[in-house]
């Protein structure tokens, strides 16, 4: 691919993945790499314009501490360690580095050199990010200092000349004042970067390679209405127009009318789009069926049945298109094992399905520049905007046995809670928030009569990988607007309750 390259080294930091992002954010493409995956040839094999080292939890005098050959300084290569990044800097080209009298921890008082190349158009006092128990009490030599605060006296260092850059600071964190700036100083200041990563130029390019490499190849992809595979689509419609089948089985577990949405998505495309109705099939299936696990399993045999069903009429495929974004398959940690985040898409991968090979067109990208590639490509904001739904669907947000008055009671109310929670403006800042329909039965009070019906659960969280999560602090007047909206509009609900646990211990889905 035609454009400049970043590497980061990660040394185990908590924010490496931030790091990655603003780079990107930045213009410039880069990538996270396990520090002790690389070695100085791969190194100069992927011949980067500018490496940047992470942070991490170790001393660099303790049992067992990542370390890093000298030769990497002397690549003429500009490097930029932040935080254990710049300590194993200093450390290895014979500075000094000690535990801090006081750590610092949060927000300090910075004093920078503008006349850095680093610093340059920053304030000269501003508030950085710390956090740290070593500091650098000596900088190597040929280094000068370029930054203190209180407690430590080389927040920042730098030997210009050979382009060698150390903070102590953490640019990435948004807490950091003139953060990015410090960033994009680097990259464009020592590094020479010029801008390359856009989502026109990488959608051109993309567009181009698959051309190429498909020919006139048959291409498959399953659908799922998500964002990924939406984009993933539209990509190759554009690459490859006809020859992209699309199967979206439509398990009936979708959310109020969305099946219909995906289906008008894609109509007008130059592809050919397969919808299986298969709700009855799955229903079949589950029919006195509650243990979590087993509709799960069961719901994810039978899409697979369903694909398989379909994928066997177009007979012989060349190529399976699969969604894969960047932090599906990025290798973070620094242990031996790397560390893959298993996401449990329903259908997996179908290897019944009879193809040559497979393309992921979205490995490269984060979500976010996944819906600007999906806004480049003019898919609809409901596509591109869309939260993301577990591929089994509502089935695993009524907890127990699965019946069609439940599916319906649940889409209404899950319609409403969206429809609020869109007309409060929060929809683009929580990232995750549906209905549950519990097994729970519970006495109230409607009219003068009594009433015995479920109640439905509210689940609202943010996060930024979902991994970990936070309820969303959902104001209270709208979460009172949606429950007596609920509990008037749609049958069979006399109460409403909004799920206050994080994750862990909690996790987002309740089956
Ligand atoms: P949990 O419930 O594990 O969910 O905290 C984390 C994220 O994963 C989604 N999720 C799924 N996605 N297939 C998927 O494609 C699944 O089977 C599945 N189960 C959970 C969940 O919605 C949340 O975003």
Not at 86 to 113: F, I, P
Not at 144 to 166: D, I, Q, S, V, W
């Amino acid at each position: 691919m035609t454009h400049q390259y970043v590497l980061i080294l990660d040394f185990g930091g908590q924010y490496n993945q931030l790091i990655a992002r603003r780079v990107r954010e930045c213009g410039v493409y880069c990538e996270v790499k396990p520090y002790n995956k690389m070695s100085v040839e791969d190194i100069k094999q992927l011949d980067p314009v500018g490496i940047i080292f992470t942070g991490g939890p170790q001393s660099v005098y303790g049992d067992g501490a990542p370390s890093i050959s000298s030769e990497i300084f002397e690549l003429s290569i500009p490097v930029l360690g932040i935080c254990y990044g710049c300590q194993l800097m200093a450390h290895t080209l014979g500075g000094k580095v000690e535990t801090c009298v006081t750590s610092e921890y949060g927000k300090t008082e910075t004093e920078y050199d503008t006349s850095s190349l680093l610093f340059r158009g920053i304030d000269e006092k501003a508030v950085s990010w710390m956090s740290h128990t070593d500091y650098v009490s000596e900088i190597p030599q040929g280094f000068k200092n370029t930054a203190r605060t209180e407690n430590c006296p080389n927040a920042a260092f730098e030997n210009a000349e050979r382009k060698l850059y150390g903070i102590q600071l953490h640019p990435e964190v948004n807490h950091t004042q003139n953060g990015s700036k410090i960033l994009h100083n680097f990259l464009y200041n020592v590094c020479g970067c010029v801008g390359d990563w856009t989502m026109e130029n990488f959608a051109e390019t993309q567009i181009k390679e698959i051309r190429e490499r498909v020919g006139s190849g048959k291409v498959l992809l399953g659908l799922s209405g998500g964002v990924d595979s939406s984009v993933a689509a539209a990509l190759l419609s554009k690459a490859v127009g006809s020859q992209l089948t699309c199967i979206f089985v439509d398990h009936g577990f979708m959310r109020k009318n969305e099946g219909d949405e995906v289906e008008e998505a894609f109509k007008d495309w130059d592809i050919n789009f397969i919808r299986v109705n298969a709700k009855n099939q799955f229903m079949s299936k589950l029919n006195g069926v509650s243990d979590p696990e087993t509709k799960r399993k069961i719901i994810g045999e039978e899409f697979i049945r369903c694909f398989e069903a379909e994928a066997k009429k177009i007979g012989t495929v060349d190529y399976l298109v699969q969604g894969t974004i960047y932090p599906d398959i990025i290798e973070s940690g620094t242990g031996d094992a790397a560390v893959i985040k298993s996401h449990h898409n329903v259908g997996g991968l179908p290897d019944y399905v009879d193809f040559k090979e497979i393309i992921e067109p979205l490995r490269l990208l984060f979500k976010d520049e996944v819906r600007k590639l999906g806004q480049e490509l003019e898919l609809s904001d409901t596509l591109v905007w869309r939260q993301p739904f577990p591929g089994p669907g509502l089935a695993i947000r009524i907890i127990g046995e699965i019946t069609d008055e439940k599916l319906t009671i649940l889409q209404d109310a899950d319609w409403i809670f969206r429809e609020e929670i869109a007309k409060a403006g929060l929809d683009r800042g929580i990232h995750q928030y549906f209905a549950v329909l519990t097994s729970m039965r519970s006495v109230g009070v409607m009219g003068d009569g009594r009433t015995y019906d479920y109640t439905l659960a509210l689940r609202g969280v943010t996060t930024t990988d979902f991994m970990t999560a936070d309820f969303a602090k959902i104001p209270y007047e709208v979460l009172e607007t949606c429950a007596s909206r609920i509990v008037n509009e749609v049958g069979n609900i006399n109460r409403v309750v909004y799920d206050i646990t994080t994750k862990p211990p909690a996790t987002i889905e309740w089956e």
